[in-house]
Nanobody, 127 residues
Framework: QVQLVESGGGLVQPGGSLRLSCVAS????????IAWFRQAPGKEREGLSC????????YYADSVKGRFTISSDTAKKTVYLQMNNLKSEDTAVYYC????????????????????WGQGTQVTVSS
């Protein structure tokens, strides 16, 4: 059974940085995709970035391209999301999840294509 656990959220001032971690367990293959999503109050869950862990190929939504960087440490079974130049509109609960539909990995970062959601970690950007 796949389990994902996020950590690293917190309170940060505008312009600051945070690094989120997603520790994975239960995978029986090294070929899978992990994506980061976020959900702000009253808004739909938004796909941000996705990485194929075997070859570290990364994909980004336009909303975070250039500010967020996804990476993976295969040995630690951990996927990171480095977030720089944070803005108030980045305030949300951040989740990681793994792709559960068949087909090309990270083809679309849509919540319906992913599962085994972690519990989420709160990121608050405020002065």
């Amino acid at each position: 059974q796949v389990q994902l656990v996020e950590s690293g959220g917190g309170l940060v001032q505008p312009g600051g940085s945070l690094r989120l971690s997603c520790v994975a367990s239960g995978f029986t293959t090294d070929y899978y995709a992990i994506a980061w999503f976020r959900q702000a109050p009253g808004k739909e869950r938004e796909g941000l970035s996705c990485i194929i862990t075997r070859d570290h190929t990364a994909y980004y939504a336009d909303s975070v391209k250039g500010r967020f960087t996804i990476s993976s440490d295969t040995a630690k079974k951990t996927v990171y999301l480095q977030m720089n130049n944070l803005k108030s509109e980045d305030t949300a609960v951040y989740y990681c999840a793994t792709q559960t539909i068949s087909g090309p990995l990270c083809y679309q970062i849509r919540s319906g294509y992913f599962g085994s959601w972690g519990q989420g970690t709160q990121v608050t950007v405020s002065s």
